[in-house]
Nanobody, 121 residues
Framework: QVQLVESGGGLVQAGGSLRLSCTAS????????MAWFRQAPGQEREQAAG????????YYGTSVKDRFIISRDDSKNTVYLQMDSLKPEDTAVYFC??????????????WGQGTQVTVSA
């Protein structure tokens, strides 16, 4: 059974930083592309970042580019999202996703339960 477990969310002031982690089990992590999505209340889920299985290719959404960094540690079956210069509009539930193919969009096979990130003004 595949499980993705996110952690690291919380409340932070604008301009601050958080690092999200997502640890996977039940799959061969190094064979999977990973991504972070987010969904704010009343809004559609959007992809914040993605990373290929090799780590050689990354993607960032326009609203987070130059502020967020996605990385992976295959020895720990974990993908990270370093979030700097946070803004109130970054407030959302952040979801981790895994898929056989690196894609831009929601077509990932496995999803975590999400972790709340709240940025206060």
């Amino acid at each position: 059974q595949v499980q993705l477990v996110e952690s690291g969310g919380g409340l932070v002031q604008a301009g601050g930083s958080l690092r999200l982690s997502c640890t996977a089990s039940g799959l061969t992590f190094s064979n999977y592309a990973m991504a972070w999505f987010r969904q704010a209340p009343g809004q559609e889920r959007e992809q914040a970042a993605g990373i290929s299985w090799s780590g050689g290719t990354t993607y960032y959404g326009t609203s987070v580019k130059d502020r967020f960094i996605i990385s992976r540690d295959d020895s720990k079956n974990t993908v990270y999202l370093q979030m700097d210069s946070l803004k109130p509009e970054d407030t959302a539930v952040y979801f981790c996703a895994a898929g056989k193919y690196f894609e831009i969009g929601p077509n990932y096979e496995y999803w975590g339960q999400g972790t709340q990130v709240t940025v206060s003004a």
